[in-house]
Each structure stands twice: as structure tokens, then as C-alpha cells.
């Protein structure tokens, strides 16, 4: 399982120059409107210090991290939903990643265009929104029409999926995203087909001038009010700061965080910032060959975990041994947390907890 994000905003706000920053990419990020025309796709590491721990521990021939595919989405501007700027090419793409990491220009640059003239992030923010909720709505009207047919002649599905359709088609209208409609879970997986673009989970990443991003500014309260009043998460970074750490090693890196007085990099934070917003935890595996994070969501019983790993590992479960991370570190080794009584055996229904180190049993 992985995590697909896409990152959108306005043109010039700093959306590339995050996404270099967080895959060591180079997406173009020139000075201009619409300079990314197509997404650009990366694989980013999940930051994660427990790896380093078992594997001193485990002596691996390799260390596998968990990962997380980013999506450099080009520029939205008013109008997209319409096909403004290549608007409707840009809203396909956001419709297939899982959540949405919204950047947001917090800064001041003569030198850098605003595509509006002036920063304001309130307006910026409601421009993307408005597009999103047209686009949504756009979508679940063509959807109605058809399925309103079909309730008519009695299809018992379709009846329940107007019930949802109508209720978020009225959020909608009144510019309320479809996240924050009040819907069931029944009414959610009734629209889940539809991928509607304001029903994903938002980190709104705050992107300010380097001297600011320890006191931050009046731009990143206003988006941290908007943020707050939707239930969304609030990152602030410097785009600028960022791309200079991606060019260091690891020593050098840590010199320069340290010297900026912070534990780890602003894209570090929004990695983990991200794996909260969808709800997903880390399980380990720990062996000769490989010592390796997996991700899930929060809430997967053991086979679900196992799955993961492959389908014939959930179909064929029979349990799982299983040691906390802190337990097995304790320990010293897998050895000695057995010997210790620190191993469980837990079958079907053992929900995973975050950092099991876990070894499943399994009939082919």
C-alpha cells in the first residue's frame, strides 16, 4: 500500500520547488504560469528512525522504508473547472490522488510573480476551492441525471445513491466542501466512484520567505483560521530553505537543522503530516535478507496487514507473531524477546498497532 498525494495552488507559489525538495527531483520551476504542464510523479521515503533501530539490531543486507508517491500538480487558476489554463486536464489529476497537499504563498517577492498581483492566501485558497466545488459539482449533476432514471423504475441502489447525491449536491451549492457534508458512511460509499475533488483529506502547506519560518506572518494565521475551521492540517516550511537542504548529506543536513535550531526538515514534517491526514500507521518486518516498513491504515486487523505483503498471505492466514517495537529493541533481539515472553501469537481479528514488529503464518 502506498500514499499518492497531489500538491496544488495557484501558479508561483512554490508548489515545485516543494516537490523537488521532497523527491531530490527537478520539476521545472521557472517564473511563469503553467511552466508544469503534465504532473510530475516521485517516490519520497518515509522518514521513520525505528528502521535504523532494527536494523542495528538485525544487521539486514537491506533497509526497505515505506514510501509515498507525490504529484506535482500544474497551477489552478479561476476558471479551471471550465477548462481555463488547461483547468479540466489539471482537475483529472487531482482526482486520482488520495489526499491533497495545498500550497499556499505566504511570502513577499517583487521578483516573483503573483498570478493575481498581490499575496493574499485567503483569496488564493478560495479560488482553488471554488474550482473544486464546481468541478464536484459538475460531476455528481451528470451522475443524478442517469441515476435518477434508474430510482424511478425501482432500482433500490440507485434510490439510496440519490439520497447522497442530493444531499451533497446541496453542500455544494452552498460552497461547503463535500468533506464537511455530514455524510454517512453509507452516503460516502455511494460517491466513492465519483473521487470528488473536495471529499479528500487537505494539508495546507504554508510557503514562507526564509526569515519568517520561525515567527511566521499574518498570511500563515489567516491559513491556519481557514485550516482550523475546516478540520484540515497546517504545515509551514520554506520552499527556499528546503531546496538547499535536499542538496545536503546526511551530516551536513543535520548541521544545517541544527544551526536552524530544528530536529528535522520542514518536508520531513509534511511527510508525517500526511500519513496522519489519511490515517495510515507502520508495521515492520525484521530478517537476515531485509528489514522493512509497511504501511496500512489505522484500524487493519492482522490479515489485512499481512496482505499487504501479498494477497496469499491474507487468503492463507492462519497468525501472527508479533512484538512492539519497543519490546523487541528492549530485548535486544527477536532471540531474546521470545525468551522473554515479549512475542504474542494473535490471530484474525488483532488489530495492528503502529511499530508491530510482525512475522506472519500462512497455509498456500
Not at 494565521?221 to 520552499?239: H, N, Q, W
Amino acid at each position: 500500500m502506498g500514499l499518492n498525494c497531489g500538491i496544488v495552488g495557484l501558479p508561483n507559489v512554490g508548489k515545485s520547488t516543494i516537490f523537488n525538495a521532497l523527491t531530490a527531483a527537478k520539476a521545472e520551476a521557472s517564473n511563469y504560469p503553467f511552466c508544469t504542464i503534465d504532473p510530475n510523479v516521485g517516490m519520497v521515503k518515509v522518514p521513520d528512525t525505528r528502521l535504523q533501530a532494527l536494523a542495528e539490531i538485525v544487521h539486514p543486507d537491506k533497509i526497505i522504508p515505506a514510501v509515498v508517491e507525490i504529484v506535482d500538480i500544474a497551477g489552478l487558476v479561476e476558471g479551471a473547472s471550465k477548462g481555463e489554463g488547461l483547468g479540466n486536464k489539471f482537475l483529472g489529476n487531482i482526482r486520482s490522488v488520495d489526499a491533497i497537499m495545498h500550497v499556499v504563498r505566504c511570502f513577499e517577492d517583487e521578483n516573483v510573480v503573483h498570478v493575481y498581483g498581490s499575496v493574499d492566501p485567503v483569496r488564493d485558497i478560495e479560488v482553488i476551492n471554488a474550482e473544486l466545488i464546481l468541478a464536484d459539482l459538475d460531476s455528481v449533476e451528470k451522475r443524478i441525471d442517469k441515476t435518477s432514471r434508474m430510482a424511478k423504475l425501482g432500482d433500490k441502489k440507485a434510490k439510496e445513491a440519490m439520497t447522497a447525491y442530493e444531499k451533497v449536491i446541496d453542500a455544494l451549492k452552498r460552497g461547503v466542501r463535500a468533506a464537511a457534508a455530514g455524510l454517512s458512511d453509507d452516503e460516502k460509499a455511494a460517491l466513492s466512484d465519483l473521487f470528488l475533488l473536495t471529499g479528500k483529506p487537505v494539508l495546507y502547506v504554508a510557503n514562507v520567505a526564509e526569515d519568517e519560518l520561525a515567527s511566521g506572518n499574518k498570511y500563515v494565521d489567516a491559513v491556519r483560521k481557514i485550516a482550523e475551521s475546516e478540520g484540515s492540517e497546517l504545515i509551514m516550511i520554506s520552499g527556499k530553505i528546503e531546496s538547499e537542504i535536499a542538496e545536503l548529506d546526511g551530516e551536513e543536513k543535520a548541521a544545517f537543522l541544527s544551526d536552524l535550531g530544528a530536529s528535522e526538515s520542514g518536508i520531513d514534517r509534511i511527510i508525517r503530516a500526511t500519513y496522519h491526514l489519511l490515517g495510515l500507521i507502520t508495521y515492520f518486518t525484521a530478517g537476515q535478507q531485509e528489514v522493512r516498513a509497511w504501511t496500512i491504515h489505522q484500524g487493519d486487523k492482522a490479515p489485512q496487514a499481512a496482505g499487504v505483503i501479498h494477497t496469499d498471505f491474507e487468503k492463507g492466514f492462519i497468525r501472527a507473531e508479533t512484538i512492539a517495537f519497543s519490546d523487541y529493541v528492549s530485548a535486544g533481539s527477536e532471540t531474546r524477546a521470545k525468551e522473554l515472553g515479549l512475542m504474542r501469537v494473535e490471530g484474525k481479528e488483532y488489530v495492528v498497532k503502529d511499530g508491530d514488529v510482525m512475522h506472519f503464518r500462512f497455509n498456500v
